[in-house]
């Protein structure tokens, strides 16, 4: 347990529904990353937060996904009008400067029937 | 051309034999660079990072850099059961966000 949790575990829903998900970065990181993971696949980088700002978006968040750190404590993603193509393992990150060193938490793995 | 590369798997090894894990980046200013294990269906667990070019040990783990190459590796000795795993290469790019490669899968044959 790298001390960066992910709610939820598993999300099964159905193509065209909105999902959020939620991660709590250890407490003192201020940097916070989401990444996707399709089966086969290293994780890809979606966003990243450092305090409430969200200094980067990748070309793969779509305007569909959009994610959020209100506070500069924990994140949401939400993906809007889901599509089977958006079937992955969503993993949040986090580090704290100097280090580098990022910390995943479980991850959340989204299924869209 | 892919900013991180590895050798393709499955590699498949005795126990107590070594592997070697090959890692190929793009980047030639690239810094830091990240050794991850992850276990099926779960999330990937840092086992070691290196910065500097050379070797570099921890337990049965050792890393490898070459920056003129672009080139990082990972030997695992006297393999495990336990170490059958996806390994996976990591190059910190701008903004420290991570680059992996696809990942190789190691099997540890009893």
């Known amino acids: 347990d790298t001390g960066v949790s992910q709610n939820p575990r598993h999300k099964i829903t159905k193509r065209g529904q909105n999902v959020t998900f939620r991660c709590d970065p250890i407490s003192e990181h201020n940097r916070l990353y989401w990444y996707r993971q399709t089966l086969g696949q290293g994780p890809e980088f979606l966003t990243y937060?450092?305090?409430?700002?969200?200094?980067?978006k990748s070309r793969l968040l779509s305007d569909r996904f959009s994610a959020e750190r209100p506070k500069g404590s924990f994140s949401t993603l939400e993906i809007q009008r889901t599509e089977q193509g958006d079937s992955a393992m969503y993993l949040c990150a986090s580090r704290i400067p100097p280090t580098d060193t990022q910390y995943f938490g479980p991850g959340t793995r989204l299924t869209v029937l | 051309q892919k900013e991180v590369e590895q050798n393709s798997g499955p590699l498949s090894v005795p126990e107590g034999a070594i592997a070697s894990l090959n890692c190929t980046y793009s980047?030639?200013?690239?810094?830091?660079f990240f050794w991850y294990r992850q276990y099926s269906g779960k999330s990937p667990e840092l086992i070691m990072s290196?910065?500097?070019?050379g070797d570099k040990e921890d337990g049965r783990f050792t890393a490898q850099l070459n920056k003129a190459s672009q080139y990082v590796s990972l030997l695992i000795r006297d393999s495990q059961p336990s170490d059958s795993a996806t390994y996976l290469c990591?190059?910190?790019?701008?903004?420290?966000?991570?680059?992996f490669g696809a990942g190789t899968t190691v099997t540890v044959r009893a």
């Open positions: 937060f450092q305090n409430e700002a969200q200094l980067e």
């Open positions: 980047d030639r200013g690239s810094q830091s």
């Open positions: 990591a190059v910190n790019t701008n903004d420290y966000k991570l680059s």
């Open positions: 290196i910065y500097s070019n």
